[in-house]
């Protein structure tokens, strides 16, 4: 292992890490305070493979709900998508970056490279599950609630291993292949399709999620059930299996020095409608042109995930389910639908806005735009082209309404994606969902899409950091959901009044349409955030330094 590479690995990702955990530990103590108010005796009422495969236990106490929420689902979504970054830019990254040829130019083998690289991800996701694991034992200790029989320490191990794994596989793909987009859709995808698989997957049939690396995570209940040693060696085996498969491809192949372009331009200038928009300007393509190329691997990922994996797939998934998700929603209490984004098992309508619009499908949406509007202004100012390119004769306000354009695109792309798939995967499988209502989530998505890639194209035009535009967004994201959501379940729905999600969510659309002021707020709210942020972009000097 080389020591300096080691030490400069460790300012990598850690501002994420922190974001993560501090937004967790918000949404703990909303969700301490939330859950107190609950009458629990509910959720015993409920049939034991429910009450297993949501990990609640007779009598459960209030804190142990917000665990099991908070830190068991979407704070362990958050805290192992951290990962998938770290890993991803560990070597395909700095490849992308053009740093790699430089650092293994000195006397440095490849090998020691990546296991350096390794070390530090693994370094920072202990620490990280650390932090985690404080906050987990304070926060009820400062609120006066008592924990129960809650594994606090059982749980955060397992969700470190399971970073871990997944921040491995990251890194292994984009060693193996010097992609790194690739490295984190392939990993995400591994996440998200896990995440849903060990909780889908044991209502068709018993045991058929232990193949999962999520359902070695969470599969054992281990908030519940405490460590399971076979869990952890399968995350932790895995993980050194792939870091050792990905140092091996890495020994041989050659570096990636050059981009391998962009097909997808391509097919789009053939098409007469944007020819013009996407013609070529003297040399090279038009700032347009180069924006959409930009981010194809990522819209590719996302757009086979949530249009053909979800959209398309979870109607046949409903209804292979048939009569079990019937019994299922018949004893379902609402409290617990609503703090995933509401919904219902009993129709398609509600059971897809649950599994599908609730919050997966806001997920990718907000990844797409936030990445979109961060790489087009601070991305550009990190890899110090963007006084490059206003050193041609193209103004700041080109550039800057290009970069709204191409975020608006994407988020557009991936929204109509999402509604053809749906609407063929209801067709084909024999459900049905109103298509009016079903062109009303998608626009509101659409619209979510835009006020989030607004925000960080904010927050890029006033910083010129990438990483200060992403994180805050991806911190806002998260309190403004659960924030709603918590309240949604405490009965409290107006008072969310100030979330972007409480338009998004109201209704739901799928099941119920729209109101006026939906489209409204976050057509208004894009406007206001993307209009505050051209004088910010166009006043304040190009960071020449990375950053």
Same mark, same amino acid.
């Given at each position: 292992? +080389?020591?300096?590479?080691?030490?400069?690995?460790?300012?990598?990702?850690?501002?994420?890490?922190?974001?993560?955990?501090?937004? @967790?530990?918000?949404?703990?103590?909303?969700?301490?305070?939330?859950?107190?108010?609950?009458?629990?005796?509910?959720?015993?009422?409920?049939?034991?493979?429910?009450?297993?495969?949501?990990?609640?236990?007779?009598? =459960?106490?209030?804190?142990?709900?917000?665990?099991?929420?908070?830190?068991? !689902?979407?704070?362990?979504?958050?805290?192992?998508?951290?990962?998938?970054?770290?890993?991803?830019?560990?070597?395909?990254?700095? %490849?992308?970056?053009?740093?790699?040829?430089?650092?293994?130019? +000195?006397?440095?083998?490849?090998?020691?490279?990546?296991?350096?690289?390794?070390?530090?991800?693994?370094?920072?996701?202990?620490?990280?599950?650390?932090?985690?694991?404080?906050?987990?034992?304070?926060?009820?200790?400062?609120?006066?609630?008592?924990?129960?029989?809650?594994?606090?320490?059982?749980?955060?191990?397992?969700?470190?291993?399971?970073?871990?794994?997944?921040?491995?596989?990251?890194?292994?793909?984009? !060693?193996?292949?010097?992609?790194?987009?690739? =490295? %984190?859709?392939?990993?995400?995808? @591994?996440?998200?399709?896990?995440?849903?698989?060990?909780?889908?997957?044991?209502?068709?049939?018993?045991?058929?999620?232990?193949?999962?690396?999520?359902?070695?995570?969470?599969?054992? *209940?281990?908030?519940?059930?405490?460590?399971?040693?076979?869990?952890?060696?399968?995350?932790?085996?895995?993980?050194?299996?792939?870091?050792?498969?990905?140092?091996?491809?890495?020994?041989?192949?050659?570096?990636?020095?050059?981009?391998?372009?962009?097909?997808?331009?391509?097919?789009?200038?053939?098409?007469?409608?944007?020819?013009?928009?996407?013609?070529?300007?003297?040399?090279?393509?038009?700032?347009?042109?180069?924006?959409?190329?930009?981010?194809?691997?990522?819209?590719?990922?996302?757009?086979?995930?949530?249009?053909? @994996?979800?959209?398309?797939?979870?109607?046949?998934?409903?209804?292979?389910?048939?009569?079990?998700?019937?019994?299922?929603?018949?004893?379902?209490? *609402?409290?617990?639908?609503?703090?995933?984004?509401?919904?219902?098992?009993?129709?398609?309508?509600?059971?897809?806005?649950?599994? @599908?619009?609730?919050?997966?499908?806001?997920?990718?949406?907000?990844?797409?735009?936030?990445?979109?509007?961060?790489?087009?202004?601070?991305?550009?100012?990190?890899?110090?082209?963007?006084?490059?390119?206003?050193?041609?004769?193209?103004?700041?306000?080109?550039?800057?309404?290009?970069?709204?354009?191409?975020?608006?695109?994407?988020?557009?792309?991936?929204?109509?994606?999402?509604?053809?798939?749906?609407?063929?995967?209801?067709?084909?499988?024999?459900?049905?969902?109103?298509?009016?209502?079903?062109?009303?989530?998608?626009?509101?998505?659409?619209?979510?899409?835009?006020?989030?890639?607004?925000?960080?194209?904010?927050?890029?035009?006033?910083?010129?950091?990438?990483?200060?535009?992403?994180?805050?967004?991806?911190?806002?994201?998260?309190?403004?959901?659960?924030?709603?959501?918590?309240?949604?379940?405490?009965?409290?729905?107006?008072?969310?009044?100030?979330?972007?999600?409480?338009?998004?969510?109201?209704?739901?659309?799928?099941?119920?349409?729209? %109101?006026?002021? *939906?489209?409204?707020?976050?057509?208004?709210?894009?406007?206001?955030?993307?209009? =505050?942020?051209?004088?910010?972009?166009?006043?304040?000097?190009?960071?020449?330094?990375?950053?």
């Amino acid at each position: 292992m +080389n020591v300096p590479v080691y030490r400069r690995a460790l300012g990598v990702g850690w501002k994420g890490l922190l974001i993560t955990a501090g937004s @967790v530990a918000l949404m703990l103590v909303l969700g301490l305070s939330v859950y107190g108010s609950f009458d629990l005796s509910i959720y015993d009422s409920l049939p034991e493979a429910l009450r297993a495969l949501v990990g609640i236990p007779t009598h =459960a106490d209030p804190a142990l709900m917000a665990y099991n929420e908070m830190l068991a !689902a979407i704070g362990a979504l958050a805290f192992v998508g951290v990962a998938i970054a770290i890993g991803a830019q560990a070597v395909a990254g700095e %490849e992308s970056d053009r740093t790699l040829a430089l650092t293994l130019a +000195n006397p440095l083998t490849r090998v020691s490279y990546v296991l350096s690289r390794a070390a530090a991800l693994v370094t920072l996701l202990i620490g990280g599950g650390l932090l985690l694991w404080a906050i987990a034992e304070a926060a009820p200790r400062v609120m006066g609630i008592e924990v129960g029989q809650a594994h606090l320490f059982a749980l955060v191990l397992h969700l470190t291993c399971a970073a871990i794994f997944h921040g491995i596989l990251a890194l292994s793909i984009g !060693a193996a292949i010097g992609g790194k987009g690739v =490295a %984190e859709g392939v990993a995400s995808g @591994v996440m998200v399709l896990g995440w849903l698989g060990s909780s889908l997957l044991p209502m068709w049939r018993e045991g058929s999620a232990e193949w999962l690396p999520w359902n070695w995570f969470n599969g054992s *209940q281990p908030l519940v059930n405490g460590v399971s040693v076979k869990d952890i060696a399968l995350l932790l085996g895995g993980a050194l299996v792939l870091l050792i498969l990905g140092t091996t491809v890495f020994r041989s192949r050659e570096l990636r020095l050059l981009d391998p372009g962009s097909n997808l331009v391509s097919r789009l200038r053939e098409m007469p409608a944007l020819a013009k928009i996407l013609a070529p300007t003297g040399k090279g393509s038009s700032l347009l042109g180069l924006r959409l190329a930009a981010q194809q691997v990522l819209v590719g990922y996302v757009v086979f995930i949530l249009a053909v @994996v979800m959209g398309f797939g979870m109607p046949f998934m409903y209804r292979a389910m048939g009569s079990t998700i019937g019994d299922f929603s018949a004893s379902f209490p *609402q409290t617990m639908l609503d703090m995933f984004g509401g919904g219902s098992l009993a129709t398609i309508a509600g059971f897809m806005h649950l599994e @599908v619009f609730g919050i997966v499908a806001p997920a990718a949406v907000i990844v797409v735009a936030a990445v979109a509007a961060s790489s087009g202004i601070a991305g550009e100012e990190r890899f110090r082209r963007m006084s490059l390119l206003l050193a041609q004769p193209i103004s700041r306000a080109r550039t800057y309404w290009t970069v709204v354009a191409a975020m608006a695109l994407y988020v557009m792309f991936v929204s109509v994606a999402l509604f053809l798939g749906t609407w063929a995967g209801t067709v084909v499988s024999g459900q049905s969902i109103q298509l009016n209502d079903l062109f009303h989530a998608v626009l509101l998505l659409t619209l979510l899409g835009w006020f989030f890639g607004a925000l960080t194209l904010l927050v890029a035009a006033a910083t010129g950091r990438s990483s200060s535009a992403v994180w805050s967004t991806t911190a806002i994201a998260v309190a403004t959901y659960f924030g709603y959501t918590l309240l949604l379940a405490a009965g409290h729905e107006g008072a969310g009044w100030w979330s972007p999600f409480r338009p998004y969510l109201y209704g739901p659309p799928l099941m119920e349409g729209m %109101e006026w002021w *939906q489209p409204v707020w976050l057509a208004l709210g894009t406007v206001v955030l993307v209009v =505050a942020g051209w004088p910010l972009f166009a006043r304040r000097d190009i960071r020449i330094s990375a950053g």
